[in-house]
């Protein structure tokens, strides 16, 4: 109560955007901090942030969303509330409004008139309507891959930057609205720029916490770089009887003529001085942030700034009688501001907010595997966007020639929140994969027109189920695989055929290839229905030189004509087969798919035994909360088999190079446990589907992978996709767990691998995933990740079905992915696990029938392996034409002892054969800011002052990149 005293009452692209930054640099003097007030030491500040929190998509779809469509599902209409919103900041220039998605901001600007893009110029130079965040959508922290983000973060803040110059930059990332936040999210928001941090959700336990403890504002050493990062103390809502929104609340207005009855301003007063003060004892400073809105909120805008236009008055008011309370419109810009001038020692933090919890049975761990089919497709989608910029580089085209615009929109609406997570409602998912699709089309054509000139590419979508027109329809064709990494790759390139003899000659040399011949495994028979039937499948090793293409002949041989040191069937046995070698590995199978696995490098040796099992998951009855889209709630906190020894079916394939090791597990679930000879990892393709559930139970499907190695309650998790997270059962670094799941509450998202290890016997298995999933190790020796999920009610959280994917033949979704397994010594595992992920994020893109292909990559210089070009885009300047180049060092400090040293590279000498540089000057994460012109606040904290990003002073060709940086340039080309 220390305040009151007792009177108290109860660019288009990217060279807009240079173009803009060199020209409107001397605007940027008034703006950002210098919107803000100077306040009184002596007074408690309540800082009002009037926003709206626009899911794009959820309920309804994007599209839906923006015009106000379906009311039915969801009174919701962002471009009528955007209109009111800046109706009303023109009325009174004290009023303060923030704005976050990108998507709908600017499908909504580009509609307006010219003064109308005037009165939103001159909001936004006074501070008056401010951008916070900047993303193209709010997205997830679990699911998502980083380079992912970084795209939609920087297609967001492109827009900003382009049309309404520097002062509009976003200070302030805010995730109000994620179900849980990793510490590489908040790694890419300090390499950005960000100065500050605030989210919505954390773990009811850990707000609990922080509350009692006065540590809801914090500094998160996040890896790089350090952020300030707020947890917000009612989510994003208005405090309690403070939601003056006409259609979503029904509290009661602030009445202010004292001639009527209703008059009622000394009480709401004194309510809101009563929530002010039990607000602030839980924060360390005399300033506190009030979130003003929420969903869809202000298409009654009026209403929302009348009542806080009153609120404000009344309450300051008071300051005549003594009250040091004061209210006023912020943004979270001008709060960060107050607190970084409150001069405080704040706590630290080094891990991260998963799993979030919003009670002791809603763990939110289910997202992290829920529709898996959406997640493996989104990343396949990425991998293409990638290659295909490459290839628009190396091949300078126009702008009007990039055909890869509509799938880079289309992957940044699916990193949203409620997309790549799988809570959406299905007719919503139906919606983003159709984006996918139209996207994936439009750069199928794009990449038709610059690997084969005179066009006639063909592609085979659904290649990862046995099905490919190209392949099975002919005796002869050609297939081109393009490797997207800077460094050469072995790939295995996999093909269904219709006989059991092919020649596979490389089209550049004529040299013949080993290739082996397959029967298809029967499983595939269920998924593959009407739409194919190739009975055998076509495999080859494919050497890649690095940014490059090789194109392959394949043509069908006649039994007499067929060389059998090249071309090889194998025919199918029953059982297993009693041991077999890799280059990498030597394998002994016992009993089913048990297996003694020897790491010939290191000679650690483990017992490993992947194995299918499921959950029966709530269905909500008996008044118990469900399993659902949002959370994992077994009814059982221990997973069932699958199927025993006894139904279990086996059998094997074996050629030189490839050994396929396949089981049935039953009609619906069954692997190949693949063992390629030049390759040193372990394949485990998995097929799930359609999950029975007419016995009523709804199914959480897991792998496990069983073994022998002492993890002692250890395992690690990767974070997006990049630094790797130290998890430990049953335990939170920062507070006491509240063991009540002991299943959900122990899983993490896993976006590409999970580990576990034997410190004494320095063995490390690490199983790395196609898409994201959720992981982890509820016993010594057992990776477990889930890998499909059908669940029959809704969880209670909003989406308002079950999770009940029926697929394409109303029976059930049917999912095939793949694991990537490797044992390895404790020493060796960053080296193997690091390069095997980026292989799989960015695996080589394959066209058919193209006969007269171009080669448009091919690097000077290969890059060292531990760096990976992350971005190499065109960029349309006001000029010329240039390159946005991104490198990232892929290793941490200390993982490995060669490849975690700082490493240059020389950018001329790499690009030297494709490109004439002019200039080069570095920018941040999200290019949509000089690097130099990157000032980022200080804060001091228990473990010192705040590690920033560092940036050299000048741009030079010759790049060094520290463990875990990632650097972005600008070139410029002549």
């Not at 605030?198 to 050493?221: A, C, I, V």
């Not at 290649?463 to 064709?477: G, K, T, W």
């Not at 082996?516 to 495999?539: K, Q, S």
């Not at 009523?696 to 997270?725: E, H």
């Amino acid at each position: 109560m220390r305040y009151l005293q007792a009177t108290m009452m109860p660019l288009r692209r990217l060279g807009t955007l240079l173009f803009l930054l060199h020209i409107c640099r001397c605007a940027a003097d008034g703006c950002g901090y210098d919107w803000c007030p100077k306040l009184a030491d002596d007074m408690l500040h309540v800082h009002l942030v009037p926003h709206t929190h626009d899911d794009v998509g959820w309920l309804k779809n994007p599209d839906e969303y923006f015009y106000g469509f379906r009311d039915d599902i969801q009174r919701a209409n962002v471009q009528a509330l955007l209109d009111n919103v800046v109706d009303e900041l023109l009325k009174d220039e004290r009023r303060r409004f923030i704005y976050v998605e990108m998507f709908f901001f600017k499908r909504w600007y580009l509609l307006q008139h010219k003064q109308r893009k005037r009165d939103v110029a001159t909001l936004i130079r006074d501070g008056r309507l401010v951008f916070t965040n900047g993303g193209y959508t709010m997205n997830d922290e679990a699911a998502t891959h980083y380079q992912a983000i970084i795209d939609q973060m920087t297609m967001g803040l492109r827009f900003i930057n382009d049309t309404f110059g520097p002062c509009a930059t976003p200070r302030v990332a805010w995730h109000i609205d994620p179900f849980g936040h990793s510490r590489e999210q908040a790694n890419l928001f300090a390499m950005m720029g960000f100065d500050s941090f605030f989210f919505g959700r954390l773990d009811y336990d850990d707000k609990d916490r922080r509350l009692n403890y006065s540590q809801m504002e914090m500094l998160w050493h996040a890896g790089n770089a350090d952020l300030f990062t707020g947890a917000l103390y009612n989510g994003y809502n208005p405090p309690d009887g403070f939601c003056f929104d006409a259609v979503y609340c029904q509290d009661d207005p602030i009445q202010d003529d004292p001639e009527i009855e209703g008059y009622n301003v000394p009480q709401r007063v004194d309510e809101f001085l009563n929530y002010a003060m039990n607000q602030s004892q839980h924060y360390r400073t005399n300033h506190i942030l009030m979130t003003m809105g929420s969903d869809f909120q202000y298409l009654a805008a009026t209403k929302w700034f009348s009542n806080m236009d009153k609120l404000i008055k009344a309450v300051n008011a008071l300051q005549d009688s003594g009250s040091r309370v004061n209210v006023l419109y912020s943004t979270p810009l001008c709060y960060t501001h107050a607190l970084n001038s409150a001069n405080v020692t704040w706590t630290a933090k080094s891990d991260d907010f998963f799993p979030y919890a919003s009670d002791p049975h809603s763990y939110w761990t289910g997202y992290f595997s829920s529709r898996p089919a959406q997640k493996g497709y989104i990343r396949k989608m990425n991998n293409l966007l990638q290659a295909s910029k490459q290839i628009a580089s190396f091949t300078k085209v126009s702008s009007a020639e990039m055909g890869f615009e509509k799938l880079a929109e289309a992957l940044a609406i699916n990193q949203h929140h409620d997309a790549v997570t799988g809570t959406e409602k299905q007719a919503v998912q139906n919606d983003y994969i159709k984006r996918l699709s139209i996207g994936e089309a439009a750069t199928s054509q794009f990449l038709s027109k610059h690997f084969c000139p005179t066009g006639g590419a063909e592609f085979c979508p659904y290649r990862n189920i046995s099905i490919c027109p190209s392949s099975e329809s002919q005796d002869q064709f050609r297939v081109t695989l393009y490797n997207p990494l800077a460094r050469p790759v072995q790939y295995y390139f996999r093909v269904p055929v219709h006989n059991k003899f092919y020649r596979v000659s490389s089209s550049d040399t004529d040299h013949q290839l080993t290739s082996n011949v397959f029967p298809t495994p029967i499983a595939l028979d269920n998924v593959r229905r009407y739409r194919g039937d190739a009975p055998y499948e076509l495999t080859w090793r494919a050497d890649l030189p690095a940014t490059s293409a090789a194109s392959y002949l394949v043509q069908r041989s006649q039994p007499e004509d067929v060389d059998h040191m090249y071309s090889q069937f194998s025919h199918p046995h029953q059982g297993v087969p009693p041991s077999l070698q890799t280059k990498f590995y030597a394998v002994k199978f016992s009993e089913g798919t048990m297996m003694t696995v020897t790491d010939k490098k290191s000679g650690a040796t483990i017992k490993l035994n992947p194995v299918f099992l499921w959950y029966n998951s709530s269905v909500g009855a008996d008044k118990e909360p469900a399993s659902g889209a949002y959370c994992f709630r077994p009814l059982k906190q221990t997973p069932i088999p699958l199927c025993d020894k006894d139904s279990l079916s086996m059998s094997y394939v074996r050629s030189k190079e490839v050994t396929e090791v396949r089981f049935n597990c039953t009609s619906w679930a069954s692997g190949v446990i693949r063992f390629l000879e030049e390759a040193d990892f372990i394949e485990l393709e998995w097929l799930v589907g359609p999950i029975p559930v007419g016995d009523g139970f709804a199914k959480d499907i897991v792998l496990q992978y069983q073994t022998d190695l002492a993890s002692s309650g250890k395992f690690w998790t990767d974070s997006n996709g990049r630094q790797m997270m130290e998890r430990v059962r049953n335990y939170r670094p920062t507070w006491k767990l509240n063991s009540t799941e002991p299943a959900s509450q122990n899983y993490y998202p896993v976006n590409n691998r999970i580990a576990i290890r034997d410190q004494n016997r320095s063995a490390q298995l690490t199983v790395l995933t196609d898409r994201s999933q959720g992981g982890t190790s509820l016993e010594d020796g057992v990776v477990e990740l889930m890998v499909h999920r059908r669940d029959l009610a809704d969880d209670g959280f909003g989406v308002g079905e079950a999770l009940n994917e029926t697929g394409q033949f109303g029976d059930g979704l049917i999912v095939r992915g793949r694991h990537k397994i490797i044992l390895s010594s404790v020493e060796d595992a960053a080296r193997r696990h690091r390069l095997l992920a980026e292989e799989m994020a960015m695996q080589p893109i394959d066209l058919f029938q193209c006969a007269d292909r171009q080669n448009p990559g091919t690097l000077n210089v290969s890059l060292p392996e531990n760096v990976h070009l992350l971005t190499l885009e065109p960029v349309m300047d006001v000029e010329n034409t240039g390159l946005l180049l991104r490198l990232e060092h892929q290793f941490a400090a200390g993982e490995d002892p060669d490849l975690s040293k700082p490493v240059t590279v020389d950018i001329k000498e790499v690009f030297s054969d494709k490109f004439h540089f002019g200039s080069i000057r570095e920018m941040g994460l999200a290019a949509n800011v000089w690097a130099d012109q990157i000032h980022r606040l200080q804060w001091n904290s228990e473990d010192g002052l705040s590690r920033d990003v560092h940036y050299p002073e000048n741009s030079t060709f010759n790049v060094t990149l520290q463990p875990m940086e990632i650097r972005t340039f600008y070139l410029t080309l002549v």
